[in-house]
């Protein structure tokens, strides 16, 4: 979350470093969301090694899906080939797999979805 949260073009769109694992009560509009995660064993024959998905929701209401939009490509461009610090572990890499925006039904609330691949491996010993 902090590579999230910790980037000025990210936190200017969301009015503030609001990533949440669940929203609070009365959160603003707009915001993310860290949605379904999993983790595949993706070790060879010789080196250990994790697969992971993470999807990512975009939360806004408003006038139209550009801010959706807008907020989707930052995330984007953030998160998408970024070398990030693990513990115990190195990033192999980290790549966007999947984008949708789309009105909620009988809603003024556009939705984005963020779907991430990264492949990890662990630190040798």
């Not at 999230?4 to 969301?33: H, W």
């Not at 959706?68 to 070398?83: G, P």
């Not at 999947?98 to 990890?120: C, K, M, N």
């Amino acid at each position: 979350m902090s590579a999230l949260t910790g980037d000025p073009a990210v936190t200017a769109l969301l009015g503030g470093p609001k990533v949440f694992d669940r929203v609070p009560e009365r959160a603003s509009f707009p915001y993310l969301t860290l949605g379904r995660t999993a983790v595949v064993d993706w070790s060879t024959g010789t080196e250990d090694g994790a697969e992971h998905i993470l999807t990512l929701h975009v939360w806004a209401k408003g006038g139209s899906k550009q801010e959706t939009y807008e907020i989707m490509d930052k995330v984007s461009t953030r998160l998408h080939d970024a070398v990030l610090p693990l513990h115990s572990h190195r990033l192999v890499n980290l790549q966007l797999q999947f984008a949708e925006a789309r009105q909620e039904p009988d809603s003024p609330t556009y939705h984005g979805i963020l779907r991430f691949r990264a492949v990890t491996e662990p630190l040798a010993s």
